[in-house]
């Protein structure tokens, strides 16, 4: 049973840019939230998709952007770079189910760094 | 607001030792409270979880209790090995939607044999 897969692993950008990273969840889960883990600091939370929808966002610029497909993947977007957005970009994947809690299950990340 | 403070790293210890790292939160309603490891070059894994006061969570030797009157969550264990070594991460849910999770900075253990 395949975990929370992403890809890149590593990518290297330059300011101004724009960049796209890929989320492919646990098999069965089907919600998936994004965060940014900058250097020697905790994740911090950017969004959630369940249903192809944005269902919550953290304190970032629109230039974070993201979207859902109907097999449950994810793609994180950021435009027009800038060098404080370095940082791993860590994938979580669970199952919304009411009433019930699921843990999350986390993917190893996308390092980025922007140039 | 919603936010955790866990004590300053780097610990260091001899294998065998003593782990105490210390965490308090700040939220609102009834968070459920949590303790992640990060290995190197690996995603978080979840160490342990407590979903109300009074709770305490363990998992490979590791313990942490969730005390409501102190706000706090610390992580122990008595007797660590060389493979623990790793960053730790507490964290707590609001409670309201599972996956918007309030992260500490994050400890990193290093022990030695």
């Known amino acids: 049973d395949a975990g929370v897969t992403q890809s890149p692993t590593h990518l290297i950008k330059t300011r101004g840019q724009q960049v796209t990273l890929r989320c492919s969840p646990k098999?069965?889960?089907?919600?998936v939230s994004w965060y940014q883990q900058a250097l020697g600091q905790g994740p911090q939370f950017i969004f959630q998709?369940?249903?192809?929808?944005?269902?919550q966002r953290g304190n970032f610029p629109d230039r974070f952007s993201g979207h859902q497909f109907p097999n449950y993947s994810s793609e994180l977007n950021v435009n027009a770079l800038l060098l404080g957005d370095s940082a791993l970009y860590l994938c979580a994947s669970s199952l919304m189910t009411t009433g019930r809690r699921e843990k999350l299950f986390f993917g190893s990340g996308t390092q980025l760094s922007v140039l | 607001g919603n936010s955790v403070t866990q004590m300053e790293g780097p610990v260091t210890l001899s294998e065998e030792a003593f782990l105490t790292i210390n965490c308090t939160y700040t939220?609102?309603?009834?968070?459920?409270l949590f303790w992640y490891v990060q290995y190197p070059g690996e995603g978080l894994q979840l160490l342990l979880k407590?979903?109300?006061?009074?709770d305490k969570g363990s998992n490979k030797g590791f313990e942490a209790t969730y005390r409501k009157e102190t706000t706090s969550f610390h992580l122990e264990k008595g007797s660590v090995q060389v493979s623990d070594s790793a960053v730790y991460f507490c964290?707590?849910?609001?409670?309201?939607?599972?996956?918007?999770?309030?992260f500490g900075r994050g400890t990193q253990l290093t022990v030695w044999p």
């Open positions: 407590a979903t109300k006061a009074d």
């Open positions: 098999s069965g889960h089907d919600t």
């Open positions: 939220a609102t309603g009834y968070p459920s």
């Open positions: 998709y369940y249903e192809e929808e944005e269902r």
């Open positions: 964290a707590l849910d609001r409670g309201s939607t599972l996956g918007r999770l309030y």
